[in-house]
C-alpha cells in the first residue's frame, strides 16, 4: 500500500475561490501537503494526464475543461492515502456524493466536479510525476 495520492482542485473549484476552503478540509483529514503548485494544462497535457480516457464520450469535453483555466496540483501523503482521499472527496458525480464529501460540498456537475483523486497507488505515482519532479517533492529533504 502506497502513502501517496495527486489531487488536483479543478478550473470550476479556482474559479470560484474556493482553492483554501478544499485544501482546509485536505489538511483537517490528516493529509500532508508534500508538493502544491498552480498550473494552466495545455490540451496536450490534460490530454496526456487523462489519456486512460481517451476514446470516451467524455473525453473531449474533459480536456477543454480541464485546460480552460489555472488548477491546483497537489501530492498528498498519508497511510492509506488513496481510498481514504477517495473517501473524502465522494462520488464523481456529485448528485450521488455522500454529505460531507468535497464534491457534495463544492462541485456543481459531473463533468465539473472540484476536485481529482487518483484512482491507484499505480495511477498515484504515474499522476504525481506529470507534474512534479523528485526536486519539487524536496526527496531529499527530510524533517
Ligand atoms: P476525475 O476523477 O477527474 O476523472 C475523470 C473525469 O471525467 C471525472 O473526474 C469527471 O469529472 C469527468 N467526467 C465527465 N463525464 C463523465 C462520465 N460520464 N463518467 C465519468 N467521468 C466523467
Not at 488536483?8 to 483529514?29: C, L, M, Y
Not at 496526456?48 to 485546460?67: A, C, I, N, Q, T
Not at 462541485?107 to 484512482?119: M, P, Q, R, W
Request: glycine share 6%; aromatic share 8%.
Amino acid at each position: 500500500m502506497s502513502n501517496r495520492t495527486l489531487a488536483i482542485i479543478k478550473p470550476d473549484a479556482v474559479k470560484k475561490n474556493i482553492i483554501g476552503q478544499i485544501i482546509t478540509k485536505i489538511t483537517e483529514a490528516g493529509f500532508k501537503i508534500k508538493a502544491i503548485k498552480m498550473v494552466r494544462l495545455t490540451k496536450d497535457s490534460a490530454g496526456g494526464f487523462y489519456e486512460v480516457h481517451k476514446g470516451r464520450p467524455f473525453y473531449d469535453e474533459l480536456v477543454s475543461f480541464m485546460s480552460s483555466g489555472p488548477c491546483v496540483p497537489i501530492a498528498l501523503e498519508k497511510e492509506n492515502a488513496v481510498a481514504d482521499f477517495r473517501k473524502l472527496i465522494g462520488a464523481t458525480d456529485p448528485a450521488k456524493a455522500e454529505e460531507g464529501t468535497i464534491r457534495k460540498l463544492f462541485a456543481s456537475s459531473l463533468g465539473e466536479n472540484a476536485i481529482h483523486g487518483s484512482d491507484s497507488d499505480e495511477n498515484a505515482a504515474i499522476e504525481i510525476a506529470h507534474f512534479f519532479s523528485r526536486k519539487e517533492l524536496l526527496e531529499n529533504y527530510s524533517s
